[in-house]
């Protein structure tokens, strides 16, 4: 008696909300196919992400060892010239 009932149901269910179970199984995996799409785009994005942070530390490493080089440098106002040491402005 209750799986005629529910038989019935299901039936009276699907013909009120004209339920297709071909049409919600197509749903369904199209809703899938966009989750796995929007989680590759996240990861690519956090991979890149973190490709552009190694390449921003490597450029500020290359510029904090050319600014290594000017911390003793001299500036000769006689001769309005920077100097790299004060060894090379008082041979200048």
């Known amino acids: ?3 005629s009932h529910w038989r019935t149901f299901q039936r009276i269910f699907k013909k009120r909300y004209a ?3 071909v049409k919600a199984q197509a749903w ?3 809703q899938a196919i966009a989750a796995e799409k929007q989680r590759e785009q996240a990861n690519s994005a956090a991979y890149k ?3 552009d942070r190694k390449q921003n530390e490597i ?3 290359e ?3 050319g600014m290594q080089s000017l911390v003793n440098a001299v500036y000769d106002s006689s ?3 920077w100097y790299a040491s004060p060894e090379a402005a ?3």
Request: glycine letters at 0%; aromatic letters at 4%; proline letters at 0%.
């Open 59 to 61: 450029r500020i490493q």
């Open 49 to 51: 992400a973190k490709q």
């Open 63 to 65: 510029q904090m060892a």
């Open 1 to 3: 008696m209750q799986r």
């Open 19 to 21: 339920y297709d179970s």
């Open 79 to 81: 001769t309005r010239r």
């Open 90 to 92: 008082a041979a200048a």
């Open 28 to 30: 369904l995996n199209q």
